[in-house]
């Protein structure tokens, strides 16, 4: 009777056993992943109507998604930009953006967010390892000098004198554009560069540059800038010489002071990138890859030229 009795409980057991599990009270849910909610994007400066308009875009696009991205201003200075990436990495984020200050110089911190499994979209500026990065979306910053010096060349018909304003040395942007506006000038022998440095994409040390090179009495035929602010900046000191007439100045990003200049026909032409398209997109992508998506390793958006036939597309 007693092994009866030990058989019994023991079968009643199995039964409880295998009725709290088909009920699920055996063992432990996994927990759901957690949709991505927290995102940073890293920006070289916020000192113009570019960038002002590229930060804007991606925190539209983050307000649509519902997640918070927050803006970090690198200040021009590459230094302190690896120190935000490196210290948001330590904290722990979701997913990162970065329009960076240097081709080269951020790699490393790149690589360190990847590496702790935090995807990160290279925006705008392409850098000098593209597979560092998670995904890049922008554009191709040769194919825009060479537009832009184009533009230029065809208005000189082909000869005369040319004064180039640069971006921050190193950055893909200037990089890129000057190696568009050296094809250019390679395939015209007739056009000289007669000046050639940066002003840092700003407008004060544009107009204190080209003030030094209107004085120097060499004759300048066109300005050509690689940002609408340094362009803006040169039209000024142009201006104040009363030599608008002999000189003209193109540009690059479409700000909405550089559209007015051309629409006023003070400034020759400028360039469009798509600013609001690039931070829309590099949002969208990250966080793509934050929910664990495939995406494009590389998504380029187009450059168009604005001169006077068609700046009222772009008011």
């Known amino acids: 009777m007693k092994t009866r009795k030990v058989l019994s409980i023991v079968l009643v057991l199995l039964m409880m056993t295998a009725i ?38 991606v925190k539209a696009k983050a307000a649509e998604l519902g997640v918070n991205v927050t803006v970090n201003d690198g200040g021009k200075d590459a230094a302190k930009q690896i120190s935000q990436i490196e210290t948001t990495v330590n904290q722990g984020i979701d997913g990162i953006i970065i329009e960076p200050v240097s081709v080269d110089a951020i790699i490393p911190a790149v690589k360190a967010a990847t590496e702790a499994g935090i995807p990160v979209v290279i925006v705008n500026q392409q850098i000098s390892d593209p597979s560092a990065a998670s995904a890049y979306v922008g554009v191709a910053n040769k194919d825009g000098g060479a537009l832009e010096m184009t533009k230029a060349v065809e208005d000189l018909g082909g000869k005369g004198n040319v004064a180039i304003l640069l971006g921050p040395m190193g950055s893909d942007a200037q990089i890129g554009r000057s190696e568009g506006y050296k094809a250019v000038i390679d395939a015209n ?20 540059l080209v003030e030094n090179w209107l004085q120097s009495g060499k004759e300048i035929n066109a300005i050509v800038a690689q940002n609408d602010g340094m362009a803006l900046g040169a039209l000024k000191a142009v201006e104040d010489a009363k030599l608008q007439d002999k000189i003209k100045v193109y540009g690059l990003d479409a700000t909405p002071d550089a559209l007015a200049a051309v629409k006023e026909g003070r400034l020759a032409a400028t360039v469009s990138q798509s600013t609001t398209t690039q931070g829309l997109e590099a949002m969208n992508t990250v966080y793509k890859l934050a929910m664990g998506e495939t ?17 009222d597309e772009f008011l």
């Open 189 to 208: 022998p007739g056009v000289t560069v007669v000046f050639e440095s940066t002003a840092n994409w700003t407008t004060d040390e544009a107009l204190k």
């Open 295 to 311: 995406v494009e390793p590389e998504l380029l958006v187009d450059f168009t030229l604005i001169t006077s036939e068609n700046v």
């Open 20 to 57: 709290l599990a088909a009920c699920g009270g055996g063992a432990k849910e996994e927990p759901a992943a957690q949709e991505p909610k927290e995102f940073a994007f890293f920006i070289s400066h916020m000192t113009n109507a570019f960038t002002i308009e590229l930060s804007d875009a």
